[in-house]
């Protein structure tokens, strides 16, 4: 059963770092890419990030450019975001998903074979 498990989310002042987990269970890191969305209130659902390691493809958004990065560890089959210099409009609930379209240049469709339950993210003073 394919499976994704989010955790690292919590409450960091501005300018702070989280670093968000994504483990996988059911199948390989090489298997599907995956990719990590963001939902704050009454806003867009926005694919911040992707990875597809078979293809060594990864994607960041730009409005989180130079802040965020995506790696992938096969060992633990986890995908990582790595948050830097958050900012409050960083704020919403992020989640992971696989299977999702990814390319260079971004996430070409909000369509997934499966998500995670998600973590809260909350910058704030």
């Known amino acids: 059963q394919v499976h994704l498990v989010e955790s690292g989310g919590g409450l960091v002042q501005p300018g702070g770092s989280l670093r968000l987990s994504c483990a996988a269970s059911g199948f390989a890191l090489d298997d599907y890419s995956i990719g990590w969305f963001r939902q704050a209130p009454g806003k867009a659902r926005e694919g911040v990030s992707c990875?597809?390691?078979?293809?060594?493809?990864?994607f960041v958004a730009d409005s989180v450019q130079g802040r965020f990065s995506i790696s992938g560890d096969y060992a633990t089959n986890t995908v990582y975001l790595q948050m830097n210099t958050l900012k409050p409009e960083d704020t919403a609930v992020y989640f992971c998903?696989?299977?999702?379209?990814?390319?260079?240049?971004?996430?070409?469709?909000?369509?997934?074979?499966?998500r995670g339950q998600g973590t809260q993210v909350t910058v704030a003073s």
């Open positions: 990875i597809s390691l078979t293809d060594g493809i990864t």
């Open positions: 998903a696989a299977d999702v379209t990814c390319q260079r240049v971004g996430i070409l469709s909000s369509l997934y074979r499966v």
